[in-house]
Protein backbone atom coordinates (compact mmCIF):
# COMPACT_ATOMS: atom_id res chain seq x y z
CA UNK A 1 0.00 0.00 0.00
CA UNK A 2 3.05 2.26 0.75
CA UNK A 3 3.87 2.01 -3.16
CA UNK A 4 1.10 4.72 -4.03
CA UNK A 5 2.05 7.25 -1.98
CA UNK A 6 5.17 8.83 -3.08
CA UNK A 7 5.35 11.16 0.04
CA UNK A 8 5.14 9.08 2.90
CA UNK A 9 6.19 11.88 5.73
CA UNK A 10 6.17 9.31 8.85
CA UNK A 11 6.56 5.76 8.65
CA UNK A 12 4.72 3.10 10.58
CA UNK A 13 7.48 1.78 12.76
CA UNK A 14 8.14 5.79 13.86
CA UNK A 15 4.63 6.09 14.87
CA UNK A 16 5.22 3.28 17.08
CA UNK A 17 7.94 4.18 18.82
CA UNK A 18 7.63 7.87 19.21
CA UNK A 19 4.12 6.67 20.79
CA UNK A 20 5.90 5.06 23.16
CA UNK A 21 7.94 7.60 24.18
CA UNK A 22 4.80 9.69 24.58
CA UNK A 23 2.89 7.60 26.45
CA UNK A 24 5.97 6.69 28.61
CA UNK A 25 6.23 10.66 29.42
CA UNK A 26 2.56 11.03 30.16
CA UNK A 27 2.81 8.06 32.43
CA UNK A 28 5.73 9.64 34.37
CA UNK A 29 4.00 13.06 34.55
CA UNK A 30 1.00 11.87 35.80
CA UNK A 31 1.88 9.30 38.31
CA UNK A 32 -0.61 9.08 41.22
CA UNK A 33 -2.88 10.21 39.45
CA UNK A 34 -5.77 9.56 36.98
CA UNK A 35 -6.35 11.13 33.70
CA UNK A 36 -9.11 11.90 31.71
CA UNK A 37 -7.91 11.57 27.95
CA UNK A 38 -10.08 13.29 25.33
CA UNK A 39 -10.00 12.25 22.07
CA UNK A 40 -10.87 14.46 19.72
CA UNK A 41 -13.16 12.32 16.79
CA UNK A 42 -12.43 11.37 13.95
CA UNK A 43 -8.78 11.96 13.13
CA UNK A 44 -7.32 11.31 16.96
CA UNK A 45 -8.70 8.05 17.23
CA UNK A 46 -6.13 5.33 15.98
CA UNK A 47 -3.67 8.07 17.98
CA UNK A 48 -5.60 7.69 21.21
CA UNK A 49 -6.17 3.93 21.20
CA UNK A 50 -2.18 2.94 20.43
CA UNK A 51 -1.35 5.51 23.39
CA UNK A 52 -3.33 4.67 25.88
CA UNK A 53 -2.60 1.39 25.60
CA UNK A 54 0.96 2.39 26.36
CA UNK A 55 0.05 4.49 29.45
CA UNK A 56 0.74 2.74 32.86
CA UNK A 57 -1.26 5.30 35.27
CA UNK A 58 -4.74 4.54 35.07
CA UNK A 59 -6.88 6.65 32.69
CA UNK A 60 -10.20 7.00 31.55
CA UNK A 61 -11.16 7.67 28.02
CA UNK A 62 -13.76 10.68 26.94
CA UNK A 63 -14.67 11.87 23.22
CA UNK A 64 -15.58 15.20 21.41
CA UNK A 65 -16.25 15.74 17.78
CA UNK A 66 -16.01 19.34 16.66
CA UNK A 67 -16.05 20.68 13.30
CA UNK A 68 -14.24 24.04 11.62
CA UNK A 69 -15.93 25.61 9.00
CA UNK A 70 -14.39 25.99 6.04
CA UNK A 71 -12.80 23.66 2.88
CA UNK A 72 -11.98 20.42 2.87
CA UNK A 73 -8.28 21.40 3.37
CA UNK A 74 -8.44 24.27 4.86
CA UNK A 75 -10.05 25.47 8.53
CA UNK A 76 -11.59 28.64 9.46
CA UNK A 77 -11.08 28.63 13.17
CA UNK A 78 -14.84 28.13 13.91
CA UNK A 79 -15.59 25.58 15.91
CA UNK A 80 -18.95 24.10 16.94
CA UNK A 81 -19.07 21.27 18.94
CA UNK A 82 -20.37 17.84 17.00
CA UNK A 83 -20.68 15.98 20.22
CA UNK A 84 -19.56 16.61 23.72
CA UNK A 85 -18.12 15.04 26.48
CA UNK A 86 -19.61 12.36 28.64
CA UNK A 87 -17.87 13.43 31.71
CA UNK A 88 -17.95 16.25 34.10
CA UNK A 89 -14.58 16.89 33.99
CA UNK A 90 -14.48 19.45 37.45
CA UNK A 91 -11.56 18.72 39.27
CA UNK A 92 -10.49 16.39 36.80
CA UNK A 93 -6.50 16.05 34.84
CA UNK A 94 -7.57 16.82 31.19
CA UNK A 95 -5.40 15.41 28.08
CA UNK A 96 -7.00 16.45 24.80
CA UNK A 97 -5.55 14.19 22.29
CA UNK A 98 -5.39 15.83 18.72
CA UNK A 99 -4.47 14.42 15.08
CA UNK A 100 -2.41 17.56 14.20
CA UNK A 101 -2.66 21.30 15.14
CA UNK A 102 -2.43 23.67 11.95
CA UNK A 103 -3.62 27.11 12.60
CA UNK A 104 -3.86 26.10 16.65
CA UNK A 105 -7.22 27.75 16.07
CA UNK A 106 -9.44 24.29 17.04
CA UNK A 107 -7.00 23.47 19.87
CA UNK A 108 -7.38 27.45 21.34
CA UNK A 109 -10.98 26.77 21.24
CA UNK A 110 -10.59 23.54 23.16
CA UNK A 111 -8.88 24.94 26.02
CA UNK A 112 -11.10 27.25 26.44
CA UNK A 113 -14.11 25.59 26.09
CA UNK A 114 -12.82 22.75 28.57
CA UNK A 115 -10.89 25.23 30.72
CA UNK A 116 -13.93 27.15 31.65
CA UNK A 117 -15.35 23.73 33.39
CA UNK A 118 -12.87 23.91 35.88
CA UNK A 119 -11.08 21.22 35.84
CA UNK A 120 -7.58 20.81 38.01
CA UNK A 121 -5.67 20.71 34.34
CA UNK A 122 -5.98 20.78 30.55
CA UNK A 123 -2.86 19.96 28.77
CA UNK A 124 -2.66 18.42 24.85
CA UNK A 125 -1.28 15.94 23.22
CA UNK A 126 -1.00 15.76 19.39
CA UNK A 127 0.41 13.45 17.31
CA UNK A 128 1.54 16.01 14.47
CA UNK A 129 1.88 19.50 14.16
CA UNK A 130 2.62 22.08 11.37
CA UNK A 131 4.27 24.95 13.09
CA UNK A 132 4.55 27.02 10.17
CA UNK A 133 1.01 27.51 10.01
CA UNK A 134 0.35 28.70 13.25
CA UNK A 135 -2.56 31.39 14.02
CA UNK A 136 -3.16 31.18 17.64
CA UNK A 137 -0.42 31.33 19.80
CA UNK A 138 -1.08 27.84 22.09
CA UNK A 139 0.75 25.73 23.85
CA UNK A 140 0.72 21.76 23.89
CA UNK A 141 3.23 20.06 25.83
CA UNK A 142 3.43 16.59 24.18
CA UNK A 143 3.99 16.25 20.46
CA UNK A 144 4.23 13.34 18.22
CA UNK A 145 6.36 14.61 15.15
CA UNK A 146 6.03 18.40 12.84
CA UNK A 147 5.20 17.84 9.29
CA UNK A 148 6.01 20.33 6.80
CA UNK A 149 2.92 22.56 5.57
CA UNK A 150 1.16 19.81 3.04
CA UNK A 151 -1.81 18.37 3.96
CA UNK A 152 -1.34 15.02 5.23
CA UNK A 153 -3.63 12.21 5.18
CA UNK A 154 -3.51 8.43 7.27
CA UNK A 155 -3.17 6.71 10.77
CA UNK A 156 -6.73 8.49 11.04
CA UNK A 157 -6.43 11.68 8.91
CA UNK A 158 -9.08 11.97 6.25
CA UNK A 159 -8.83 13.37 2.85
CA UNK A 160 -13.01 13.87 2.70
CA UNK A 161 -12.97 10.43 5.01
CA UNK A 162 -11.08 8.61 2.64
CA UNK A 163 -7.18 7.28 3.84
CA UNK A 164 -7.25 6.95 7.45
CA UNK A 165 -6.74 3.50 7.71
CA UNK A 166 -3.49 3.77 6.46
CA UNK A 167 -0.39 2.79 8.79
CA UNK A 168 1.49 5.64 8.40
CA UNK A 169 1.16 9.51 7.55
CA UNK A 170 1.76 10.63 3.88
CA UNK A 171 1.44 14.00 1.99
CA UNK A 172 -2.06 14.12 0.21
CA UNK A 173 -1.03 14.13 -3.64
CA UNK A 174 -0.65 17.68 -4.98
CA UNK A 175 -3.38 17.51 -7.33
CA UNK A 176 -5.61 16.77 -4.91
CA UNK A 177 -5.09 19.25 -2.46
CA UNK A 178 -7.47 22.75 -3.07
P1 LIG B 1 -6.45 23.90 13.17
O1 LIG B 1 -7.63 24.45 13.89
O2 LIG B 1 -5.24 23.70 14.05
O3 LIG B 1 -6.11 24.74 11.95
O4 LIG B 1 -6.86 22.52 12.54
C1 LIG B 1 -7.08 21.43 13.29
C2 LIG B 1 -7.88 20.38 12.58
O5 LIG B 1 -7.92 20.53 11.15
C3 LIG B 1 -7.23 19.04 12.84
O6 LIG B 1 -7.70 18.47 14.03
C4 LIG B 1 -7.64 18.27 11.61
O7 LIG B 1 -8.90 17.68 11.80
C5 LIG B 1 -7.72 19.29 10.52
N1 LIG B 1 -6.44 19.34 9.77
C6 LIG B 1 -5.51 20.31 9.79
N2 LIG B 1 -4.48 20.02 8.98
C7 LIG B 1 -4.76 18.81 8.45
C8 LIG B 1 -4.07 17.95 7.52
O8 LIG B 1 -2.97 18.23 7.02
N3 LIG B 1 -4.69 16.77 7.22
C9 LIG B 1 -5.90 16.42 7.73
N4 LIG B 1 -6.40 15.25 7.36
N5 LIG B 1 -6.57 17.19 8.61
C10 LIG B 1 -6.01 18.38 8.95
Redesign the pocket.
Known amino acids: MTKEFDEVLVREEEIRARVSELAAEISRDYEGRNPLLVC?LK??VFFMADLVREISVPCELDFMAVA?YGSA?D?S?V?RILKDLDANIEGRDVIII??????????SYLFKNLGARNPATVEACAL?T?PS?R??DISCKYVGFE?PD????GYG???REDYRNLRFIAA?PEEKDE
Open positions: IGASTSGVEDIIDTGLTLLKRKAVRFVILDYL
